[in-house]
Structure formats: C-alpha cells, structure tokens
C-alpha cells in the first residue's frame, strides 16, 4: 500500500544490521563534507517529546505559513515576480508540510497514546487550515496578477505556474463570487453525504446464522474462532467481516449458503446508502458542470495521466476486450468443475461460485505450502538481499547511521549515497515490526521531501518505512511469508523514489507523481520475487543456507497467480467500469439511479448477479476513489510495461543499465515533468497494453499490432 503524506508524500522500512557496534557506527555528520560538496542539506528531524510540544510546533508551523500568505498576497500587483508568488507558495505548502508530516509519524509511531493523539489533533488542525489555503482570494490575486504578465517560463517553471492556476480553478476561484459560493455550498454537502456514506457502511452489522451442515467444507478452525459457535447448531457468520465472507464463499459446499451470503453481503447498506450516493453522484455532477467540466469523471482525471474520463473509459474497454479468452477459459474450467460436482452438465458460474471452484483448482492443481516456505525468508537476510539488489541496480550505497533519537529501540536509520560520486541522497529510518498502538499495515511515509531552498541549497529526503513484519520468536528469527517479502519490495520501492529525487518543488518531488501512476514502479518492482534467479541471490534455508526454494515451487507460486489473473482482473474492471460509468456525463435535471446504472455493467463485465442485489451502497471506494478506481488496473498495466525493460536486458531484473535508467527518467524527475514523457523516455518507445495481457496470460500479440488497444498513445 502506499500512503499520501500532506503535500507531498512518503514510507519507510528498518533492519538490524550487526556490523557494526555503536562505536564505530557513522552519523550523519560523517556526510556533512560530501553534501556541502554538492550543495545538499541532510536533515534528521528533530522529535518534539511532549503533546504541548506536538501541539506547539503545528500552530508555529500555521503561523509561519499564514505570515507567508500574507506576504505573497500583500505585495505590489505591479511587481510579482515567479519568485515572490508562485514558488513562495511552494515554499509555504512545503514548509507546513513537514510539521504535518512529522506528526503523521508520531500519531503512528509512538508509543505514549497521549503523544499519539496530541499528534491526531495536530493532524486535525492542519488539515482545516489547508482547505482555507485555496481560498485565500488575496493570494490568488498576486498569482493571477504574475499569470497576466504572460511570463516565459519553461520546464518544471512552466509547469508550476500552470498546475498552481489549475489548482485554484478547479476550486472555483476564478468563477464570479455568486458561483464560487455556489459551488463552496455544494462541496460542503458532498463532504457531508459522504461521512454518512463511510458511516453507514461502518455502521453495517449482519449476522447470519447458519447449521454445521450449511457450512460444510469449511475448516475447523473457522468453527473454533471467536464468537462463530452461538448456539447448539448455530453459527454466525458476519456478513460484514470479509475474512468470514470469504471464508464462506471459498469453502461452503453449499450452493445455496454461498448464494445466500453473497445475496446479504452485496445488499449491505442498502436502503441508507443507495439514496445517500443518488445525492452524491448528483451532486458531484454539479459541481462539475458549475466548474465548467463535461463530468465528474473529467473533473477527478484531469490531474491524472488518464486527463479525462474518455481516455480512462477507452483504456478499461480495452482491457476487458483484451482478456476476454482469458477470462472465458478460466470461466470455462470453473463451470467443468462445477458440472462434475452437481451433476448438471449445464451449470453455470454464478457470482457467488468462482471463489468455491477456483479454491478447488488451487487446491488440486497448486497447492504451495505457503507456511513451510517461510524457512527461506529469514528477516535479515531478506533485507540485505534487498539492499544489495537495490544498490547494485540503482547505483546506490546504503549506510547504516546513528539515530540521535529513537521512538522505539530497535529503529534504524540508514543513509543513501550515490555510489560512484559519493553525493549523500538522502536518508531513510526502518521500523519494521508490530507493536501496540502502531500503523498497522505497511507503508512509506515522506517525513523531509526533497526540495530546491530558497537559499539555493538543496533539501535531500528523509523517510520511514513503518511496516508489521512476523516478529523473531524464542527458537526462532523473524520469517517472512512470501507476500511480505513481496511487500518489503513494494515499499522500499516508493523509499527510493522519494530519496534519489531531483526535482525542484516540493509538489512534484519524489513520489508526488499522478495518482494513477504512483503505485506502478513498486507494482513493478514486486516482479523481483517472483523470479528464481533473484530470488537465490538471498533466499535459502535459515537452518541451512545451502538450500534454495526449489524450481517447482516457484514455478507452482507462478502458476497458481496466473490461474485466476483472468477472474481477478475481470472483477476489478467491471468496478473500474461502473466507477467510470456513475460518474459519466449526465443531465443535471436527470435524477440518479445508481444501482440502474452499476448492476448491469457488473453483469456484462464480470458474472451473473442477482438482481436484488446493491453492490454500490457497500462500495467504500465510490467516496474517495470517485472516478479513480480505474487507476489500480491502469498502474499495474503500465507495471507490466515497464517490467518489459528489464526483462529484455542482459540480466534481467538485475540488470545495472535498465536499474540506472529507471532512476534517471523515472525517480529523480518525479513530476517535474508529464510522466507519460518519462515512462517513453524509459521505455524507449510508446506505452503499451500488450506486456500486460502477456502477463496474465494473452499470448504475445506483437504481431496485432495497430489493432484497438495496442497504445496509449491517445494519452
Ligand atoms: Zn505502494
């Protein structure tokens, strides 16, 4: 996963390395000659100890920041310069960016609940005062004023002044004052309906009660959990709690129970929701039209790669086009298996059997034994393995530092240098495993981004990786599942990307990329561990290192992933479709019917559902994700193409040149320009789709080309 700072963004990720000792341990004062040398500041932050502390430097930072504000909108309209207007609004955004990033780090991180919410009120009144940020008229003015003189500006220069105007517009600052308070009215609506809409499927509560024989083929331990057993031959099941859900649909033998459940999952908030998103997609479609934008869908894309909703529209068709014989023969194998089981040759895959057959394909065709491979995933040895492949690949070197301060003990602080100047890049912390109170998934977080200072020095990164690791037992290391090495990975990916960066402003610095394309060099990078020659350079036994995972194994892991990619993706595009679809053009006097409008493209796109069924009123993403879902499938596609790089050099994933041209075009510029430039840049010729349907198993249809969904040209 991958987690948005303030502003800018940013992870991190820990190891314990047992080199060296505390005396001999370097600090960041061992760098400070090499990063003058290169007019470079190294920052570790300093780590306020008390809530009033916390609570002090968020309103200092405010304070700070509204000063700027008023210095930008109270100078001289004859003599604004790019300096004085929209770069001091970089400056200022950033600057109050690190205050908020800091306390996102101690809300997650420390291990006094009363720091952890002194830092959650910090957090809260940052974000209050962001939203005022927008309209502060006599800002907008100044930088309007700076516009109007028609600068010539080029490059990343250019680029600021258009995004920074483009940000106000799209906030309505340059409509007449009557509509601009029209359309503040109607935001604050939506934001209203779309608490009730997290809330009422918060809120949802569903238990179904079930026999034992209802529930065969499920596993004892199913049975054994907390709270399932309710009575003499009673189970309950949450039809709320996915993990249960799940478990269910994989598992029951039962036609009808799966049906059943899957009948109350995909109906959960129904009467509360489905009016609620009527309002918000009516809503949404207004402020749109208000702003002067054909629809929601080109509003939310227009500050993506997608740039509107029709090329977003256009690239899933071709994806859901594109696997179609993949999608029918996985289909195909599931309905075999399901008229073998019922004895009717005619059975069909319903909605609420894929999950039960494919579980008994897997377990016939591909059962890996998913807990024994963690023998090969020893915490340490993993991590190296990691830096090693990473700083051989990108040119890197990594040194483990003194940390003046530690939240936690074992917390680790590395430093980032470019191994053939010696130029200090940046720095990263690792806390790596579980404990009470902390972030509990995996993530990078953006504590300093990179930044060009007004005194022209410039400001390399500091990041954390906060991560929930298997933590070391007794008689045992610490041994990671397969997926979390897969994870570790992903995340040290965005690390790097925020650290090499080389751009100028803080908003296009490191991973301060397009929504829709910040997940795919890390999607990319996930290809690592699926490949046996990189896996042997670190993974073997931790009881006897001479032991590699063997080839069939992975070979199996392989097959396995590969087997369900055409139900799996078909699944995500019918919701990138009707996420699209809801938000399309429509007549602003023309009230919604969403459930009209989604069922029938869940029918077309993935199964059969039933009809009484409402599966937007649970869909959570539909309130943040609005008009953006598409982006998972668009990211991994260009993952996939990306990858094609790689694979085609000498040393494939391992390959320095492909390594170094990754961080040149795609790291270090970050936004500072369009990334669909830097994608071609790196791929030495236009995107495609055809690596990705590769992937998931459409043979190589190089020799179609020009045929629909061979670029992306129209990008
Ligand atoms: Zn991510």
Redesign the pocket.
């Known amino acids: ?2 987690i948005k700072s303030f502003l800018l963004l940013s992870f991190v990720f820990v190891g314990v390395n047992p080199i060296f000792s505390a005396a001999d341990q370097k600090t960041v004062d061992d760098f400070r000659a090499a990063a003058a040398k290169a007019n470079a500041v190294l920052t570790i932050p300093s780590w306020e100890q008390t809530p009033k502390a916390i609570e002090a430097m968020m309103n200092e930072a405010i304070a700070k920041a509204n000063t700027a504000l008023d210095q930008i909108g109270s100078q001289d309209l004859a003599k604004v310069t790019f300096k004085t207007t929209v770069v001091a609004l970089d400056d200022l955004t950033y600057e109050a960016g690190l205050a908020a990033n800091k306390a996102t780090i101690v809300k997650e991180t420390d291990t006094n609940p009363e720091m952890r919410t002194a830092a959650e009120n910090a957090i809260k009144t940052f974000e209050e005062w962001v939203v005022g940020v927008d309209y502060r008229e006599d800002v907008y003015k100044a930088i309007k004023s700076f516009a109007d003189t028609r600068p010539k500006l080029s490059g990343e220069d250019e680029k600021l002044l258009k995004e920074t105007l483009r940000d106000y517009r799209r906030a309505g600052l340059d409509l007449p004052p009557d509509q601009r308070k029209d359309v503040e009215q109607l935001r604050k609506e939506l934001s209203k309906l779309g608490t009730d809409f997290d809330t009422n499927i918060v809120k949802v509560n569903a238990p179904v009660i079930f026999t034992k024989a209802d529930l065969d083929g499920l596993p004892e331990s199913f049975f054994a959990s907390p709270g399932v057993r309710t009575g003499d031959d009673a189970y309950t099941v949450m039809a709320n709690v996915t993990w249960q859900f799940n478990t269910v649909q994989e598992n029951a033998k039962s036609e009808a129970t799966r049906k059943q459940l899957y009948i109350i999952r995909d109906s959960l908030a129904k009467e509360a929701n489905v009016p609620v998103l009527n309002q918000m997609l009516a809503l949404r479609n207004k402020i749109a039209l208000r702003l002067g934008y054909k629809s929601w869908d080109d509003y939310q894309t227009e500050v993506k790669m997608a740039k509107n909703g029709a090329n977003a529209e256009k690239y899933i068709n071709e994806l859901v086009s594109g696997i179609q014989p993949k999608f029918e023969s996985e289909v195909a194998e599931l309905q075999k298996l399901k008229a073998a089981d019922t004895n009717d040759p005619n059975a069909k895959i319903e909605v609420w059997d894929w999950r039960y057959y494919a579980n008994q394909r897997d377990k016939q065709k591909y059962a890996v034994d998913k807990e024994a491979l963690r023998a090969y995933f020893p915490f340490q040895r993993v991590l190296d393995g990691m830096f090693n492949i990473y700083q051989s690949l990108f040119g890197l070197k990594f040194d483990k530092i003194a940390a003046p301060y530690k939240w936690v003990d074992d917390l680790q602080l590395y430093m980032v240098t470019d191994s053939a100047t010696g130029e200090p890049l940046g720095m990263f912390y690792l806390d790596m495993f579980p404990r009470e109170g902390k972030f509990n998934h995996f993530a990078e977080f953006e504590i300093i981004g990179g930044k060009l200072l007004p005194d022209g020095k410039y400001q390399r990164p500091t990041v954390a990786l906060l991560c929930n690791f298997s933590p070391p037992t007794a008689d045992k290391p610490s041994l990671m599942t397969h997926q979390e090495v897969e994870t570790l990975f ?2 040290f990916g ?1 690390a790097l990307h925020t650290i090499v960066t080389r751009a100028k402003y803080g908003r296009f610095a490191g991973t301060h990329v397009p929504g829709d394309f910040v ?1 795919a060099p ?1 999607q990319m990078l996930q290809n690592w561990v699926w490949d046996k020659k990189v896996l042997d350079t670190f993974a073997a036994d931790y009881r006897d290192p001479s032991k590699k995972i063997p080839a069939e194994i992975i070979k199996k892991m392989n097959d396995a992933k590969l087997a369900n990619a055409g139900v799996f993706y078909r699944r995500q595009f019918a919701f990138a479709s009707l996420d699209l679809a809801l938000h399309n053009q429509h007549a602003e006097d023309l009230p919604y019917d969403c459930v009209a409008i989604s069922n029938p493209i869940l029918e077309r796109v993935f199964l059969p559902i039933d009809p009484s069924t409402t599966f937007v009123s649970y869909f959570g993403h539909l309130n943040g994700y609005d008009a953006g879902y598409y982006g998972y499938a668009w990211a991994d596609a260009i993952a996939a193409d990306m990858a094609t790089v790689f694979e085609k050099a000498k040393d494939g994933y391992l390959d320095k040149q492909a390594g170094r041209k990754l961080r040149q075009e795609i790291y270090e510029p970050g936004d500072s320009r369009d990334v669909n430039v830097s994608i071609e840049k790196f791929l030495g010729r236009k995107q495609s789709i055809q690596p990705f349907l590769k992937k998931i198993g459409i043979g190589d249809q190089e020799k179609s080309k020009g045929s629909a969904g061979g670029s992306r040209e129209a990008r």
């Open positions: 996963m991958h992903h995340e965005h997940e890390s």
